[in-house]
């Protein structure tokens, strides 16, 4: 009988041990959310941020309104001011000829506006007569480097005078002259050239081609077409605008660009809302207004 009663009690106790564990269990595993979180994702995580190179060297700046590197971008201004003093566009288009510059100038054509073609090199019966036909409608011809080769080209300042001097002599051939200035591909401040001419070759560069005669330019307005294959038309238009408010003399960077449609679709657009905005368009030579990210 006393066995008995001890295996009850015995019963008893571990039933509730085990009672007692199942309740208790759950309330130690009730960690507040705000203690738990900081674990796996913190509260304040911040935002995605949109896609870009992930080494700095890769970025180039042909998407951005001005310069952000440490130097101040320097604006000059013309030493022969013209009768105006209002606002002037000068629009210029990189990369031609290509498949798109037959309806960039019929636009042009159409609005009566002047536009400024930093072109690279096409030895081609096609290339020679859009040459031909830029120079002849009354656009400006600039140098953008016969190769486009960043690695080429930015191997040294001897390498990058070859290949200025060839683009140089192909459009003396075509329209008579040599253009005196210049556009450097990626812009005077790129980063990619650092690859094969190391951090200071776009100061040396920018150098030789001011003792060899050119005036080089940069912009202050971006469209930002350069920023996806093909850029939204909407964005293009955007970006050029609203980069343009509070300037009095602005250079947009566009591309010309066989693939580059909405480039060609916004520009329309662009030149009647500059207009509205008080702009009249000018083409740019040596001595307009320029605008240098870097100083040599």
């Not at 935002?47 to 998407?63: G, H, L, M, Q, Y």
């Not at 590197?69 to 003093?85: E, I, K, W």
Request: net charge positive; aromatic share 8%.
């Amino acid at each position: 009988m006393i066995k008995i009663s001890v295996m009850l009690v015995l019963v008893s106790v571990i039933g509730f041990a085990i009672m007692h564990r199942r309740t208790d269990a759950p309330q130690a595993r009730q960690i507040p959310q705000s203690r738990a979180q900081p674990l796996t994702q913190p509260p304040h995580a911040p935002a995605e941020v949109p896609t870009s190179p992930a080494n700095p060297d890769d970025d180039i700046v042909e998407t951005r309104h001005t310069y952000s590197g440490p130097r101040r971008p320097q604006a000059l201004h013309s030493s022969t001011p013209t009768a105006s003093s209002g606002k002037v566009a000068y629009l210029t288009f990189d990369d031609g000829p290509s498949g798109s510059t037959r309806k960039i100038l019929s636009i042009l054509r159409t609005y009566g506006v002047p536009a400024t073609f930093f072109v690279v090199g096409s030895d081609s019966a096609e290339g020679r007569a859009l040459y031909q036909q830029i120079a002849a409608e009354g656009h400006a011809l600039g140098n953008h480097t016969y190769s486009h080769d960043y690695k080429a080209i930015y191997r040294s300042t001897a390498a990058f005078r070859k290949d200025v001097d060839k683009l140089g002599r192909l459009l003396e051939s075509c329209v008579g002259y040599r253009p005196d200035i210049i556009r450097f591909p990626g812009g005077s401040n790129n980063h990619l050239s650092w690859k094969s001419g190391g951090r200071g070759i776009m100061y040396r560069a920018a150098k030789a081609v001011q003792d060899d005669g050119y005036q080089y330019f940069d912009w202050n307005v971006s469209s930002t077409d350069a920023a996806a294959p093909v850029q939204d038309k909407s964005l293009i238009i955007d970006s050029v605008m609203s980069a343009s408010r509070g300037k009095q003399s602005i250079i947009v960077l566009m591309h010309d660009n066989t693939y580059k449609t909405t480039t060609v679709e916004a520009l329309p657009v662009i030149i009647k809302r500059l207009q509205a905005a008080g702009f009249t368009f000018g083409k740019l030579s040596k001595n307009s207004f320029a605008f240098h990210f870097l100083e040599p």
